[in-house]
């Protein structure tokens, strides 16, 4: 498939500061390259300084969300008065745009479509010392709008809903596209099949609980809660523990019934859309994900900053729980589990119908690609 004859070269750049950014960036590199003019560079933003560093700032990251997350809170809120705090961002962004420079030129992208505010600030400057006609996009993968996302030199935000707001006076258009996600959350799917495959009846109600990898969600405190309520009939567990394999151990000591235990799966998306019933942090990408497929979504204690703006936004308008307990996660689940089968599947389809967005990353790369064409034709 291809909207236009003209060769162009795409280049995705991300931050492994959660795995969400770089799960946007490869859900639109699977976009990019349904057409057969483009071609595509995917990248980090941590590439352009010595991996030893990149490792103090990603433990330091970890770390204060799990132990001090009150730290992080007033860090975030003081970012986001885009007062102080730019000139240090500003300040930072400039010198890694220079240890960038020789790595976008040799890339030499037509267009750039950044995932987190850090590759925003580097290639802002970068265009402004170095290339100004490129065209870069913003990918916001967040249902909010923070300000460390202000940048002149970009010409497009990617926003999740119509509803997010960017500052008008910045004058750069915000394209509703939804977050994106991989092309699996819109392949055909049995979900019958699927779940059999997996071990599920279809009566059962299959909950996955997942987002516990980095330490940030209780996951043996969840587990034994839930199969406690004994009373919850036909309730199986599926916890999805990501690359940790000390919680994947200790989950499998403890030896609950009815939990299975896994690691990171390749098929992740298949068992999402076999679930009932998703609980997890309220990160953006997960959260578009768990929309995409209409299941009853729990949002376990929210992080402060994006997490809390997230499940706040997803409460209010696509009919997540949010629960700051055990005992208030099984509530909903026996609630939940309560339902018909019948009931279970109209409630899937319906969300799913009015809160999905499975084809945004298409929808990314159409808007990319009509507006490089565009812009050749002048």
């Not at 400039?94 to 420079?101: F, G, K």
């Not at 509803?163 to 509703?176: Q, T």
């Not at 690359?243 to 998306?269: C, G, T, W, Y």
Request: glycine content about 8%; charged content about 20%; overall charge neutral.
């Amino acid at each position: 498939m291809s909207l236009t004859a003209q060769k162009y070269t795409v280049l995705l750049l991300s931050a492994p500061l959660g795995s969400g950014h770089k799960m946007a960036a490869e859900a639109l590199e699977e976009a990019f390259k349904k057409h057969d003019n483009v071609q595509v560079v995917n990248g980090s933003a941590f590439d352009f300084f010595p991996k030893w560093l990149g490792s103090i700032i990603l433990g330091g990251y970890i770390g204060i969300l799990k132990h001090i997350p009150g730290l992080y809170d007033i860090a975030y809120r003081w970012s986001n008065t885009g007062n102080d705090s730019l000139w240090l961002r500003d300040f930072l962004n400039l010198l890694l745009s220079y240890l960038a420079q020789g790595f976008i030129k040799k890339v030499g992208p037509d267009a750039v479509i950044v995932t987190h505010p850090t590759p925003a600030g580097v290639m802002t400057q970068y265009k402004r010392r170095c290339a100004q006609n490129l065209w870069i996009g913003a990918v916001i993968t967040d249902f909010n709008f923070h300000h460390w996302w202000i940048y002149k030199g970009l010409n497009a935000y990617f926003t999740a809903d119509a509803s997010i707001e960017v500052p008008p006076e910045l004058g750069i258009p915000a394209v509703p596209t939804g977050i994106p996600i991989r092309e699996a959350f819109n392949a055909p799917f049995e979900r019958d099949k699927w779940r059999t495959r997996l071990g599920y009846g279809k009566n059962d109600t299959l909950c996955l609980v997942m987002g516990g990898g980095d330490g940030l969600l209780p996951m043996p405190e969840l587990l034994r809660a839930l199969t406690a309520h004994r009373e919850i009939e036909g309730l199986k567990i599926a916890a999805v523990t990501g690359h940790n394999r000390e919680l994947a151990q200790r989950l499998k000591k403890m030896s609950l019934p009815n939990v299975m235990v896994l690691d990171f799966i390749a098929e992740l998306p298949q068992l999402l859309r076999s679930a009932d019933i998703v609980i997890s942090k309220a990160g953006g990408l997960t959260s578009a994900e768990t929309l995409a497929i209409g299941t009853e979504f729990i949002l376990y204690d929210p992080l402060p900053g994006q997490e809390v703006r997230n499940a706040a936004y997803l409460c209010e308008n696509c009919e997540a729980h949010i629960a700051a307990t055990p005992e208030e996660v099984c509530g909903f689940v026996k609630k939940y589990a309560g339902l018909d089968i019948n009931a279970k599947n109209d409630l899937r389809h319906r969300r799913r119908e009015a809160y999905g967005k499975p084809y945004a990353a298409d929808a990314v790369a159409e808007f990319v690609l009509k507006t490089l064409n565009g812009l050749d034709s002048k």
